[in-house]
Every structure is written in structure tokens, then in C-alpha cells.
């Protein structure tokens, strides 16, 4: 009766360390790695359809050039941003007319957010729900405007950051983490 009773939880054992890995594989895309809380975004392929209208369309994955640095944005975020970002660009100045509520409601929160401070725009981070959408990384690309705008100084690009590296540059290979 012992092997048995072993054999059985085995099995059990064997069974759930299945289930496990297959649930894992089932959310692949479930969180990105991000410097900052907000920016957790879903991939971009799992949106709906934004618009119907041809000059909607026609926007809408046409290459949008950033104004920034593009280091603080996931590769989510960032494909967000070169697929929307023309038409959000257009909706937000009022070059093409919002055709749904949604977008009427986004281009007022573009106005009142573009009057903000830097704090208060961080501080519009910190109080949104967690789970990201087209509208969150349109606003984080606009308060990263905001910040390289009020602070040229810090953003340089002839000042190489290497965040947590002390030591010569990366390239040499003669670098060290933190400390030897």
C-alpha cells in the first residue's frame, strides 16, 4: 500500500508541474519589463480596431518620428507610439476630427494634461489604473516631451549615461557593476 500511496502523489505531483508550465506558456505577453510602474502595456496587436474612417486610417501605422529620447519606453510602448502616433499627433492638435466619444474624451484630456507641470503630470502617472493602453504611452510620450523640453541641460547626447556601471566606458570591456 505505501508504493501505491507514493505512485499516486507522484502522478499528482507530475500533473500539476504540467498544468503549471502549460499556463505559463498560455501568457506570454502578460507583463513587460519597464523602468517605471505605469508603462505596463499590452502588446499593441491585442487592440481593436481605433477608427473607421478613411482619413482615420490612413493614419494610423504611419511612421511617427519621436521628439525624444526613446530609452525610457518598453519596445511595447514603442511600437505603440510608431503605429498610433501620427493619428494620435493629428487628434490631439485638432488636425482630424474625433468620430467617437472615446476620442472626443482623449483630445480633452490632451488639453488639460498639456497645461500641466512636470509634477503634476507624474503625479497623473501615479494615480491611473495599472493597465496601460494607447492613451497612457501617448501621455508618458508627452510628459517626456515635457521634461526634455524644461530640462535641456540634462539631455545631452554628448553625455553617455551607463545607469548602476562605475569604471570605463561599457565598449572597453574593463567594466565592473556597482564595485570590485
Not at 117 to 132: A, I, Q, T, V
Amino acid at each position: 500500500m505505501n508504493i501505491e500511496v507514493t505512485l499516486i502523489i507522484g502522478l499528482v505531483v507530475v500533473i500539476a508541474f504540467f498544468f503549471l508550465i502549460q499556463r505559463k506558456e498560455n501568457k506570454p505577453d502578460q507583463l513587460q519589463a519597464s523602468n517605471c510602474e505605469s508603462s505596463e502595456t499590452r502588446s499593441p496587436k491585442k487592440y481593436e480596431k481605433v477608427s473607421y474612417s478613411k482619413e482615420h486610417r490612413a493614419l494610423i501605422n504611419k511612421p511617427y518620428s519621436m521628439q525624444c529620447k526613446t530609452e525610457v519606453f518598453t519596445l511595447a510602448e514603442l511600437e505603440i507610439i510608431n503605429k498610433y502616433g501620427a493619428w494620435l499627433s493629428a487628434l490631439a492638435s485638432n488636425q482630424i476630427n474625433p468620430e467617437t466619444k472615446g476620442q472626443k474624451l482623449f483630445v480633452e484630456e490632451c488639453q488639460r494634461f498639456r497645461a500641466l507641470n512636470l509634477k503634476e503630470m507624474l503625479s497623473y502617472f501615479s494615480n491611473r489604473d495599472k493597465g496601460g493602453s494607447i492613451q497612457s504611452v501617448w501621455f508618458k510620450y508627452l510628459c517626456r516631451l515635457k521634461f526634455e523640453r524644461d530640462n535641456p541641460s540634462i539631455i545631452n547626447d554628448k553625455i553617455k549615461v551607463d545607469w548602476g556601471w562605475q569604471g570605463p566606458p561599457i565598449e572597453s570591456g574593463e567594466y565592473v557593476f556597482f564595485s570590485r
